[in-house]
């Protein structure tokens, strides 16, 4: 009977020991997560990041805190997330401009691009919004560009940052219209409309997610969108392709990253609950609501997204010398 006990006692504490594979997986999160937006607080990346932080947190049972860690074209906070521990308690909200469009930009990144995440999934994909000062004169994309060819450097343009999804989308847009409108780089969306609103530059292109609401509420004045079809959140908005540039296509996207060497069992488990999340129709209708088209892929699927991406804009910007200074 001893000998029985004893062998029991010895199979529970190896058990305790050793826990089951599922068993690890059905732990996490045991504790809140970190969700870093390499922006300051109230652009488009962080309006994304704080919808699906709130559901996860009721999802989980624990707290995702967003933490706004901004600067250098969202390197600081990018860099943040690719030193810490992989062990899918610190994650990034990344964009097209931090993971697709900094690596052809910045030759001396403090991480390594090709390396340092680990694609989690696509959150969406973010429509940009040509938009004014209503203080401008002009009601159309062809109006301000009529504009703006007659005060040649007069006007000036914000962006979330050199080398920002909108900062191309408008350097393109410049480039095929032939006007010539100084750039303006902010640290982030939400400074970048900030100075819209108030009259200090004249033009923005900036995500539907971040500008929807200034645009419904009459203080800033959209004249196109960047997308090649209509967005939902301003149906009455026409496409520049379909005003003044004919195939224009620029928009920019949102997805989830962790460090390289997070446990794939745990990138797996992220990525399947947030994709749960974006086919729910309050978390889609919120979403579509703003003015982004929530997307949700697996992690070979973002992977290949960011790959494709970061070889088209480096043949942007190399093509039209587009530089950070």
């Known amino acids: 009977m001893k000998t029985i006990l004893a062998l029991m006692a010895a199979a529970m504490a190896f058990a305790m020991a050793f826990p089951t594979n599922a068993s690890a997986q059905t732990a996490f999160p045991a504790r809140p997560v970190t969700l870093v937006v ?28 967003v933490e706004n860690k901004g600067g250098a074209a969202g390197q600081i906070g990018a860099d943040m997330v690719a030193k810490a521990k992989p062990d899918g308690y610190t994650i990034l909200m990344g964009n097209i401009g931090t993971q697709a469009i900094n690596p052809s930009l910045y030759p001396k990144l403090p991480y390594d691009p090709d390396r340092a995440f680990a694609p989690i999934t696509l959150v969406a994909e973010l429509p940009l919004a040509m938009m004014i000062n209503p203080s401008i004169p002009a009601k159309t994309a062809t109006e301000f560009v009529a504009l703006a060819k007659s005060q040649p450097g007069q006007m000036s343009y914000s962006s979330s940052g050199a080398g920002s999804g909108p900062h191309l989308a408008t350097e393109m847009f410049k480039d095929a219209t032939g006007i010539f409108i100084l750039h303006v780089p902010y640290r982030g969306g939400g400074p970048a409309i900030a100075d819209l609103l108030a009259g200090h530059v004249q033009l923005s292109f900036m995500t539907v997610l971040e500008a929807s609401g200034h645009i419904k509420a009459g203080k800033l004045r959209a004249l196109a969108v960047s997308s090649d079809k209509r967005v939902s959140a301003l149906p009455d908005v026409p496409t520049v392709a379909e005003t003044i540039i004919p195939k224009f296509n620029s928009i920019s996207w949102i997805g989830l990253l962790a460090p ?22 309050d978390v889609k209708a919120r979403l579509i609501e703003l003015g982004a ?24 910007i190399r093509e039209r010398k587009i530089t950070v200074n």
């Open 38 to 65: 390499p922006f300051p607080p109230g652009g488009g990346t962080d309006t994304g990041a704080r919808i699906i932080a709130q559901r996860l947190s009721t999802k989980w049972g624990q707290q995702v805190i």
């Open 260 to 281: 390289t060497g997070t446990p794939k069992e745990i990138v797996d488990k992220i990525s399947l609950d947030v994709r749960d999340l974006l086919a729910t129709d």
């Open 293 to 316: 088209i929530p997307a949700g892929t697996t992690p070979a699927q973002f992977t290949q997204l960011i790959d494709v991406d970061r070889k088209r804009y480096a043949l942007i």
